[in-house]
């Protein structure tokens, strides 16, 4: 009976299946409109019965087999977005994040009637956002983020009455804020920054918001007043509406936001005083208002807040600073600088709280410095420059182990500084410049073995200088000019293989300079020197002719004993003002000194040591090249396989012998890819060779090993005069080596920042500039796929011996995977510091752009002279360095490289405007290259066209569109708690 039971259930069952079912149809065509690279979705196939198991796919339960999430997170699938998966009738979930799916978002999307959750983000979405998205009833979370979406947010969003996450971060919207948002009263997320909007307010109907947390809306165009209504948000953790330009005062009522945290209003133009009662927001943590124009005191309130951060600098606050500040248990950053505060610090600052960063430079406190700063012993910037702070350091200082920058500049300290004060182990910058302090420099100093810039000017210190100077392995400036200081130079200077300016001018300082040396290869060490001052004190004795050795920019011995001949390169009008001064000092120079001098003979016997020099140079060239020939030629027996070369232009040599000329004495540099060497080649030709380092992880799959051989392959392909030239590659397995042509200029950033600095003059700066952008558009408009390059910075462009720059190291470069926004999603950040875009910050993709902006770095170098990040800027870059500067002083010569040659100002100054437009916070105000390039012809030295406003000011930076770029500081730094 059972059995007949049993037969008869199994006659009933199904027919063994041999298709999927209707949902799985509508899947597997969503699956044929989209190109999947990967083969990500190889398990969707129409043996299954349900698409249940399929990659992706959820079901409801496993009974019950309905389509309830599809999630295709991160799986590179290209093409358009086909509402067909929208036949799925229990679809709830949906995920496309982080594709590159490239067309418009369809207005049936609102066929997805059970849609609670649509993930859209980083993709390469166009077009606006449809009106009938709102007609999707139970959306709760929307998140379009990081797509090139234009127009407006639909006035029908109003409509959502379940939406609690609406992201819109980082596409093109540039309409308005509608007003109706304000009827979606689930929303908890509110997140818009940076879209290039519309100039509009921030409607006051988002007060109706009471359930939102999170409100961020930095770079959005915004103007007007903060409406007093966001008082009512008082469940708003974070409110972000920095970088807009919001004007007005910051309402009272928002000392209603209860449960905040966090309060970023910083670089807009708000004005007035900070509003009464800021001590019922006991929740916050981190205020930040600066670069403002507000005004009144630093309520007393505010400091009474547990509060971690403090920043209110570029402000016009006056007063001084309440005393309760110091009983702030959590404070661990105060900047307030460039206001007008003054009176004392509280005498407790620091004594309850983990103050790590104090910078309240620009103002006019008086009193003495608080003992209790580094009590908590987190100290790591006391940055007080500019005030009128009186008395001694403390001696407790001389404990803050974990100090880094010391500024004390322009002060009216005094007495003598603790010993231990001197040898702080962390300390970089050290500066006491401007000040009255006296006593000697301490032996101590031995124990600063970071420091780099020792700045101690303008002083009373006196006594010797410590031996225990010349141990200080990391230091680059060392200025100590008017002070008292007496005896000699030690002769320990001469290890100071760092030092690149010594300024010890208008002391009491006698004896030889200690160049002059016995061991000439010890003033070798020194070749880093380009700034000598030693005038005004008591040296005597000759001048060191190792001098000549020295490429300086500035050579200072006037007004001291030094006696004898001048060294002939010196023994010219140029240097008179070098020398004068000097009594028994004689020279070819007429008026130097009375005597006539035999400065002939010498300028002859100079000449014939020359020669004799570059003989022996040229003889030790030729034996090196013979022993290189010699080794290549026994190396090449066991070099590498000739298969695994591939050449990618006529090469006149063969490749065997590249592998044998590999050796560290031949390293020219070593980078995060691999090492670079410069290699002989037995036909007298040079090139440089690239060994990149073994992939240690799986990186070494044959996957990865394709990937690498289509890269190479495209940029073999490459023939452009701006872009260096690949010449042959090798790929076998363990070993990857690429030939690249030598450029024997080496890179444009160490030329820069070395002492061969002054080698490049403003015509040749600019057509660096010039060539370097001819090749980066080269590379984003001409290449077919277009190439990003990732990580253009000024060691990455080369120059060759007439100084031409080519752009170099496509290490991270990758080709744009044929999308014609070219677009590209990384997996890890690549490029250098002071070069990375702000969009890092918040997304992480990379296109043409974020080149735009390390190009726009690069200018700043060329005009300014200056690192991309400089213990001297603090906190700032190089582009907000520019930009603040540029704002307080209202001319540019404050950033203009002082040694560049004043005739060039006017075209120095219209190159500037380009690299501050190629750094605009947002992507989309940057010019693409090729417009550049046309910007930088523009600006050259034969178009006077558009010359520089006559008061020197810079005028607004105007866009193609005709429309003025606002003032920004750069600071697109996502802030979200
Ligand atoms: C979607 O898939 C991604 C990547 O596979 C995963 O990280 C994420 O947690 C998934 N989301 C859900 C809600 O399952
Ligand atoms: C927004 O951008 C689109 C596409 O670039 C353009 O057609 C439209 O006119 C712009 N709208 C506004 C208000 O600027
Ligand atoms: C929303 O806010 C506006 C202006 O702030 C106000 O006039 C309106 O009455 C509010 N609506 C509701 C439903 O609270």
Redesign the pocket.
């Given at each position: 009976m059972l059995a007949l039971l049993f037969l008869f259930l199994l006659f009933l069952s199904p027919p063994p299946i041999l298709s999927v079912n209707q949902e799985g149809l509508y899947l597997l065509r969503f699956k044929h409109g989209l190109s999947d690279p990967n083969q990500s979705l190889s398990s969707w196939n129409d043996n299954d019965e349900t698409p249940c198991n399929w990659f992706g796919i959820s079901c409801e339960t496993p009974a019950l087999p309905r389509v309830t999430s599809v999630n295709l997170t991160g799986l590179e699938l290209a093409g358009p977005f086909s509402s067909s998966i929208c036949r799925l009738p229990f679809l709830s979930f949906l995920s496309l994040n982080n594709n590159s799916i490239n067309t418009s978002i369809p207005a049936d999307i609102s066929d997805c009637q059970r849609l609670q959750h649509l993930d859209l983000a980083q993709n390469f979405l166009s077009g606006s956002i449809p009106d009938s998205l709102s007609e999707i009833p139970y959306l709760r979370y929307l998140d379009l983020s990081g797509n090139s979406i234009?127009?407006?947010i639909p006035a029908s969003f109003g409509k959502f009455r379940h939406l609690e996450n609406l992201i819109l971060l980082d596409n093109?919207l540039?309409?308005t804020i509608p007003r109706e948002l304000g009827n979606i009263s689930s929303l908890r997320e509110f997140h818009l920054a940076y879209n290039p909007l519309?100039p509009g307010p921030l409607p006051s109907e988002l007060g109706n918001l009471t359930n939102l947390e999170v409100l961020w809306l930095t770079g959005c165009n915004l103007v007007g007043q903060i409406p007093a209504s966001l008082g009512r948000l008082t469940r708003l953790q974070n409110l972000d509406l920095s970088i807009n330009r919001l004007s007005g005062s910051i309402p009272s009522s928002l000392t209603g936001l209860k449960d905040i945290i966090q309060i970023e209003f910083y670089n807009n133009s708000l004005s007035g005083k900070l509003p009464p009662g800021l001590s019922n927001l006991t929740t916050l943590r981190r205020f930040d208002a600066s670069m403002n124009q507000l005004t009144g005191t630093i309520p007393s309130e505010l400091c009474e807040l547990p509060l971690g951060s403090l920043n209110l600098f570029e402000n016009r606050f006056e007063g001084t600073l309440p005393e309760s500040i110091a009983r702030s248990p959590n404070l661990y950053e105060l900047k307030l600088f460039n206001n007008k505060l003054s009176g004392e610090l509280p005498r407790e600052l620091g004594k309850n709280s983990p103050l790590e960063s104090l910078d309240i430079s620009y103002n006019a406190f008086y009193g003495g410095i608080p003992e209790t700063l580094c009590e908590k012993g987190k100290l790591q910037d006391l940055i007080l420059i500019y005030n009128s702070f009186s008395g001694k350091i403390p001696t407790s200082l001389g404990k803050c182990q974990s100090l880094r920058r010391v500024r004390l500049r322009n002060n009216k300290l005094s007495g003598t500084v603790p010993e231990k004060f001197w040898g702080l182990p962390h300390v970089y910058l050290f500066e006491l410049a401007e000040n009255s302090f006296s006593g000697p420099i301490s032996g101590k100093i031995s124990g600063a073995y970071n420091l780099s810039n020792l700045l101690i000017s303008n002083n009373q210190f006196s006594g010797s200088m410590p031996h225990e100077l010349g141990h200080l392995g990391n230091l680059d400036e060392f200025s100590g000019n008017d002070n008292k200081l007496t005896g000699q130079i030690p002769a320990s200077f001469v290890k100071l293989g760092q030092l690149s300016k010594l300024d010890l001018s208008d002391n009491e300082l006698s004896g030889e300079i200690p160049l002059s040396g016995k061991i000439p290869s010890q003033i070798g060490s020194l070749s880093g020197l380009n700034y000598l001052d030693l005038s005004s004190n008591a040296f005597s004795g000759k001048i060191p002719l190792e001098l000549q050795n020295l490429k300086l920019n500035v050579l200072n011995l006037s007004n001291n004993q030094l006696s004898g001949e001048l060294p002939a390169l010196y023994a010219n009008e140029n240097y008179r003002d070098s020398f004068v001064g000097n009594p028994g000092l004689c020279g070819d120079l007429p008026d130097l000194c009375p005597r006539v001098s035999t400065g002939k003979n010498l300028g002859y016997l100079w000449i014939l040591r020359s020669i004799f020099i570059l003989a022996a140079i040229v003889f030790l060239v030729g034996v090196v090249g013979f022993y290189w020939k010699y080794r290549t030629f026994k190396k090449n027996k066991k070099g590498i396989g000739m298969s695994k070369w591939r050449s990618f232009h006529k090469l006149s040599f063969s490749e065997f012998e590249i592998s044998g000329c590999l050796n560290e004495d031949s390293v020219i540099g070593i980078g995060a890819s691999g090492k670079v060497y410069k290699v002989a080649l037995s036909n007298g030709e040079e090139v440089a060779v690239k060994k990149l380092w073994k992939g240690t992880r799986k990186d070494d799959s044959s996957d990865e090993l394709g990937k690498f051989e289509v890269e190479v392959e495209t940029l073999g392909k490459i023939r452009h005069k701006n872009i260096v030239r690949l010449l042959c590659c090798c790929n076998s397995g363990d070993c990857k080596l690429l030939v690249y042509e030598f450029m024997p200029n080496g890179s444009l950033g160490d030329l820069l920042h070395s002492n061969k600095r002054s080698l490049l003059n403003w015509p040749r700066r600019y057509k660096i500039a010039l060539d370097a952008a001819e090749g980066l558009s080269y590379l984003h408009n001409d290449c077919v796929p277009p190439i990003v390059h990732r990580d253009v910075k000024s060691n990455n462009i080369l120059l060759d011996s007439e100084f031409g720059a080519k752009v170099a190291d496509f290490g991270v470069a990758k080709v744009a995977n044929g999308v014609s926004k070219g677009v590209e999603t990384m997996s890890a950040i690549a490029g250098s510091c002071g070069y990375i875009a702000p969009e890092y910050g918040y997304t992480l993709r990379v296109n043409e752009k974020s080149d735009t902006y390390s190009f726009g770095v690069v200018i700043l170098e060329l005009v300014t002279g200056r690192l991309p990040v400089d213990p001297e800027f603090g906190e700032k870059d190089l582009v907000k360095w520019v930009c603040t500067t540029l704002d307080q002083k209202a001319t540019a010569d404050h950033v203009i490289d002082p040694i560049l040659d004043p005739k060039h100002k006017e075209e120095i100054e219209r190159v500037l405007e380009i690299g501050l437009l190629c750094t605009s916070p947002l992507p989309i105000n940057r010019p693409p290259m090729r417009k550049v390039v046309k910007l930088l012809q523009e600006a050259g030295p034969d178009n006077k066209s558009r010359s520089a406003r006559k008061d020197g000011k810079l005028s607004p930076y105007y866009y193609e569109d005709g429309s003025v770029q606002r003032k920004e500081d750069g600071s697109g730094q996502a802030s979200i708690v």
């Open positions: 234009t127009g407006g093109f540039n309409g519309s």
